[in-house]
């Protein structure tokens, strides 16, 4: 069972389109970290998300904390060919700080 | 930047063989992970170090696979009588730990060691 899952699996879009990706679990967080792996290479952060409610505000990428801290959403607005990826939540629920990963949402965005 | 860098790139072998993979973190980064990841899938979490000390080993691991982090620098991870279903990318990251309970340290990761198993 996996501790995150995340929706939709795969969105495949039209650039200048909007799309969100989902992160949602049973289990609080202290904090959930978002990533995007580009094929061959490893995750790399884009934001951390830490207290219940709070929305960061990336270029064109828009990430919310549920108030709850068990859910968090990625909006991309007016999407690029450049934001094509694997993206991924991430979180600790322990108190070693052991981040664990969702399945992941794979996007594809064409010209 | 000195980032995560990880040996070899891709590594083929037999059936049966024993391999071993190598990971050098971030200088500075108490934290090292190692992560297996299937093609279109989320990285699976496999055993993590703060310094030397191995602090857990996924469930999922069989005995087959053992880490090592001797100096609390680089870690070693080693899979003996590889079978197939080991063919995977395996992830090495690192991170700074804070003891503050937030748990907001980044994970910075290493491009990947690609095993295939044949």
């Known amino acids: 069972t996996q501790l995150l899952e995340q929706s939709p699996q795969f969105l495949s879009i039209q650039e200048g389109e909007n799309l969100t990706v989902y992160c949602n679990s049973s289990?609080?967080?202290?904090?959930l970290q978002w990533y995007r792996q580009e094929p061959g290479e490893g995750p790399v952060l884009l934001v951390t998300?830490?207290?219940?409610?709070e929305v960061k505000k990336l270029k064109r990428l828009t990430f919310q904390f549920g108030d709850a801290r068990k859910d968090s959403s990625l909006h991309i607005t007016a999407a690029q060919p450049g934001d094509t990826g694997l993206y991924l939540c991430?979180?600790?629920?322990?108190?070693?700080?052991?981040?664990?990963f969702g399945a992941g949402t794979q996007v594809v965005v064409t010209p | 930047d000195t980032g995560v860098s990880q040996d070899p790139r891709h590594k083929i072998t037999k059936r049966g063989q024993n391999v071993t993979f190598r990971c050098d973190p971030i200088?500075?980064?108490?934290?090292l992970y190692w992560y297996r990841q299937t093609l279109g899938q989320g990285p699976e979490f496999l055993t993590y170090?703060?310094?030397?000390?191995?602090?857990?080993k996924s469930r999922l691991l069989s005995d087959r696979f053992s880490a090592e982090r001797p100096k609390g620098s680089f870690s070693t991870l080693e899979i003996q009588r590889t079978e197939q279903g080991d063919s995977a990318m395996y992830l090495c990251?690192?991170?700074?730990?804070?003891?503050?309970?937030?748990?907001?340290?980044?994970?910075?990761f290493g491009n990947g060691t690609r095993l295939t198993v044949t």
């Open positions: 990251a690192s991170s700074p730990f804070i003891s503050d309970g937030l748990y907001n340290s980044p994970l910075h």
């Open positions: 289990s609080v967080f202290s904090s």
């Open positions: 998300v830490v207290t219940g409610g």
């Open positions: 991430a979180g600790s629920t322990d108190s070693w700080g052991k981040l664990q």
């Open positions: 200088s500075e980064h108490n934290r």
């Open positions: 170090f703060q310094n030397e000390a191995q602090l857990e």
